[in-house]
């Protein structure tokens, strides 16, 4: 299958476009470098097996995505391409709204333009915001994100989920997964963000190999069993299988 990932040179992204060479698909990457780096992509043509094409671009340029669309005669698309700081976008609410939001509504007004109808939409579990229960389950309806982030995952699952109503044809995958972490078995990639890290196991392994002085641990009076805060994760192999899982059920 001929696959456009948005953001595939991202952290997620990149190990998704791996898993996706290896199992033959031709891959088409996008994505502004706006947090990934160039340097990733022989890096994922040599894991994956397989070349890839990579344009740099910005999914809300509309006409740069027609025209990959039809050029690449693209089936499927992959969707990471977004901003992803929860703090960040307290700040900066426009950009993440702009981004996230007008970003998709161009890339799927594309897809509609070159009659593309199988979609997987990376999304988080910040979209069911405080849940009473624990742990959560796909069953629990969606809730009041507290992030213009998170707000930001919703509408445009509420936009994707309109879509597919009012057209039956399109195939659309939600998936919502809460902390990414890990790497390639190989070692040779994994998370490296840009500026400071906005997750914790980034941070962690900067410290680690010394490119940061020390990791500040806040907060002692959580019900855990040391009074630190507790989070959930996911190893990124596992989410970039369910990417490719959930494309190749939708398609």
Not at 85 to 106: M, Q, R
Not at 175 to 189: C, I, K, Q, T, W
């Amino acid at each position: 299958m001929k696959v456009l990932v948005t953001g595939g040179s991202g952290y997620i992204g990149s190990h998704t476009c791996v898993q996706l060479l290896q199992q033959g698909h031709e891959v088409v990457i996008l994505d502004n470098l706006c947090n990934s780096k160039r340097s990733v992509l022989p890096v994922i043509e040599r894991l994956g097996g397989k070349e890839a094409t990579f344009i740099e671009g910005d999914i809300r340029n509309e006409a740069l995505m027609t025209e990959i669309l039809h050029d690449h005669a693209i089936e499927a698309v992959i969707h990471f391409a977004g901003l992803k700081a929860v703090g960040e976008s307290v700040a900066k609410p426009l950009e993440y709204y702009d981004n996230n939001v007008t970003g998709t509504l161009k890339l799927v007004s594309a897809m509609r333009a070159a009659g593309v109808k199988n979609f997987i939409f990376s999304s988080s579990a910040t979209v069911y915001g405080d849940q009473p229960k624990i742990p959560y389950v796909e069953s629990f309806p969606t809730g009041t994100p507290q992030s213009p982030y998170g707000k930001s995952k919703l509408m445009v699952e509420q936009i994707l989920t309109d879509l597919q109503k009012a057209q039956p044809e399109w195939s659309i995958a939600l998936l919502r997964y809460f902390n990414p972490v890990g790497a390639h078995p190989s070692g040779d990639m994994g998370e490296d963000p840009q500026g400071i890290p906005n997750n914790l196991m980034p941070y962690i392994a900067q410290v680690a190999v010394g490119r940061r002085e020390s990791l500040a641990i806040f907060g002692n009076d959580y019900p855990t069993e040391d009074g630190t805060g507790v989070r959930d994760y996911i190893h990124v192999m596992d989410l970039a299988d369910g990417h490719v899982a959930a494309m190749e059920k939708t398609g």
